[in-house]
């Protein structure tokens, strides 16, 4: 059975769903004695004892990344493919319209030049310098936001359209004010609860407080994961990093939300 595209977890009203999870728990869990958990795959319910076996299976088990599962009793895209198979949770590759894949091909043409601050750790470079400039703002600030900003003007000039990205440096500046340019916005638990929302293309926005954040743009979902294309970051997923970079990070570590621009 493919992932549902959406959080199950107890009262799930889909009996099939139910069943074919408690099977699948029964036979991974494979417990005996008085303590074992053995679930009654005939009865549709999702309650408390299916929520345990749900954790304890999370406890014991880790996701096609070799992370550690979150033990919560919910069964997301990790879960699934866990129990399940990796093949058994669809990968998203295509962005839904030929702007924003452009945009993506744009963003990884600077992660494929393997752009770089220079001098090190200091908000500048050659390239670093025209991203800030084309969002309004001088050399020197944090950068991750320019960087998208200028990948979408960069598309929206060689196609002579107009750039329908809010122009700014600032991710939360983007998060607060993007509707005003008709885009979409999808808060992180709307998209921990139903994954099926996020594409490629959408813009994630992390908020670390304070007025900071950190911005990158979609490249393709794999299952519970979403591999990015960021600047100003590197390998430690920082918001302050070196460069421009391919990430990987799990949905659910996006606390603020998702910008769609699609068909705009």
Request: proline share 5%; net charge positive; charged share 20%.
């Amino acid at each position: 059975m493919k992932y549902p595209g959406r959080i199950i977890k107890v009262g799930e009203a889909d009996a099939r769903i139910v069943k074919a999870l408690k099977t699948a728990l029964n036979k991974a869990l494979a417990l005996r004695g008085g303590e074992a958990i053995v679930l009654d795959t005939d009865n549709p319910l999702f309650g408390p004892r299916m929520k345990q076996a749900v954790q304890l299976f999370q406890a014991r088990n880790v996701d096609d990344q070799g992370q550690p599962l979150k033990t919560d009793g919910e069964v997301g895209s990790l879960t699934w493919a866990a129990l399940f198979g990796a093949e058994r949770v669809p990968q998203v590759v295509n962005a839904p319209d030929a702007f924003l894949a452009a945009v993506i091909a744009k963003a990884g043409s600077q992660a494929d030049a393997g752009v770089r601050e220079q001098p090190k750790n200091s908000n500048r470079g050659p390239e670093v310098d025209v991203y800030l400039r084309r969002a309004g703002v001088a050399p020197g600030l944090a950068w991750c936001c320019a960087f998208i900003y200028w990948c979408f003007d960069e598309v929206a000039m060689a196609k002579g359209r107009d750039n329908p990205m809010f122009r700014t440096a600032g991710c939360l500046a983007h998060w607060n004010n993007a509707q005003k340019k008709g885009a979409r916005r999808i808060p992180a638990a709307q998209a921990v609860g139903d994954p099926g929302l996020l594409k490629p293309g959408m813009l994630f926005i992390l908020d670390f407080g304070g007025g900071l954040g950190h911005t990158g743009i979609i490249e393709r979902i794999e299952g519970g994961y979403l591999h990015t294309i960021e600047g100003n970051t590197d390998a430690s997923q920082t918001r302050e990093g070196g460069g421009v970079y391919r990430l990987q990070r799990k949905l659910s570590s996006i606390n603020k939300g998702f910008i769609d621009y699609a068909g705009l």
